[in-house]
C-alpha cells in the first residue's frame, strides 16, 4: 500500500504539525516510511489538482502503474483560517466537493484533512500536538480505509 500526503504550503508553521503528525500516525500503524510520498503544493485550493495529476502521471509511469488505484490512499492536507470575507468557506466546500468527485469518478480514496477553523489559535489545536491532532486522525483514517479495501479485495475476488 502506499500513501501519498498532498499538503498546502500555506500556513507553513500548522501545516509543519499536521505533516508531522500524520507521518507519525502512519508509522505508528506498521506504515513503511518508503510507503510515504509527500507532496507540497502552494494552498488547498491546489491540493485536489495535484492528486488528479498525480494519480495521472502514476498510472501512465512504468512503475507505478503496477500499482492498483486500490493499493494507494491519498492524504489532502491543509489549514483554512476564516477572515474577514467569505473566501475561507469557498475554498472548504470547493476543495471537499472536488476531492469527493476525483475519488469517486476514479476509484481512490482520499482522506480529506483540510482544516477549516475560525482562528489561528483553534487551527493551532487541531494541527499541532499528536494524537489529538486532525494528522494523527488523517493517518489513521488512511490505515483504515486502506485495510477495509485489502479485507474487500480479499473476499470478492
Not at 489538482?49 to 493499493?71: C, E, G, H, W, Y
Request: net charge negative.
Amino acid at each position: 500500500m502506499k500513501y501519498k500526503i498532498v499538503a498546502s504550503r500555506f500556513n507553513d508553521d500548522l501545516m509543519k504539525g499536521l505533516i508531522d503528525n500524520t507521518i507519525a500516525s502512519l508509522l505508528d500503524s506498521g506504515v513503511m516510511e518508503k510507503d510515504i510520498d509527500v507532496v507540497r503544493v502552494p494552498g488547498a485550493y491546489e491540493i485536489p489538482q495535484a492528486i488528479n495529476f498525480i494519480q495521472r502521471v502514476s498510472l501512465s509511469a512504468t512503475i507505478d502503474a503496477k500499482i492498483p488505484s486500490v493499493q494507494r490512499v491519498y492524504i489532502a492536507l491543509g489549514v483554512v483560517i476564516e477572515g474577514e470575507t467569505n473566501h475561507a468557506q469557498m475554498i472548504i466546500e470547493t476543495t471537499g466537493k472536488a476531492l469527493l468527485d476525483i475519488s469517486a469518478n476514479y476509484g481512490f480514496f482520499i482522506i480529506n484533512e483540510i482544516v477549516g477553523a475560525p482562528s489561528y489559535e483553534i487551527a493551532k489545536a487541531r494541527c499541532i500536538g499528536k494524537e489529538n491532532t486532525r494528522g494523527w486522525y488523517a493517518g489513521k483514517a488512511a490505515v483504515e480505509v486502506a485495510e477495509e479495501m485489502k479485507k474487500f479485495a480479499i473476499n470478492n475476488f
